[in-house]
């Protein structure tokens, strides 16, 4: 059986950080990802957005809406995925949006229709926390995050462009 755990910002902060790496890595834009996921890796890692990312993260878990999870297999002791979904209230318009930060299967669990639960059960929890309305987004090539994603119901509202300058290298 597959089950949810809260996250514990100090004991969990390694694995959320390589997960959002991860996730960051599949999405990343196709000129960024020309690149190794290890070179990647490590030139994340060697920069201040790690630290960045991760108090951004904690700030995020003091709205008690929010959702941070890893995700583990029952049976094997073994971390199956993990999910971050922050809300956000506009509210001239009556909308609280709950959206999807990252949502990641670890390798070995992939292809057994344990995306589309987590994806179940965030709309859920969503819903139990006051949101009408479910965002989220992936990359470009994330082919599998993009079928996953209008499987669950989702539709692109929003496109964005981006153009490589000279001064770009890589």
């Not at 994330?142 to 079928?147: G, I, L, P």
Request: proline content about 2%; charged content about 25%; some cysteine.
């Amino acid at each position: 059986m597959i089950s949810p755990r809260r996250i514990n910002i100090e004991d969990d902060k390694h694995l959320v950080l390589e997960f959002h790496c991860q996730t960051n890595y599949a999405s990343d834009t196709p000129w960024a990802r020309k690149t190794s996921y290890d070179h990647y890796r490590e030139k994340w890692f060697s920069t201040s957005q790690p630290n960045e990312f991760y108090s951004y993260f904690v700030e995020t878990l003091q709205d008690q809406r929010s959702i941070a999870e890893i995700w583990i297999d029952e049976e094997t002791n073994k971390v199956v995925g993990y999910l971050w979904v922050t809300f956000n209230d506009i509210v001239d318009y009556g909308l609280s949006v709950a959206e999807i930060n990252d949502l990641l299967i670890t390798p070995e669990f992939q292809g057994r229709g344990l995306g589309l639960q987590m994806l179940k059960y965030i709309e859920k929890k969503a819903i139990e926390k006051g949101a009408n309305l479910l965002r989220s987004q992936t990359g470009i090539e994330n082919t599998s995050s993009q079928k996953l994603h209008e499987k669950f119901g989702f539709h692109t509202y929003r496109v964005l462009f981006e153009k490589k300058l000279d001064s770009i290298k890589g």
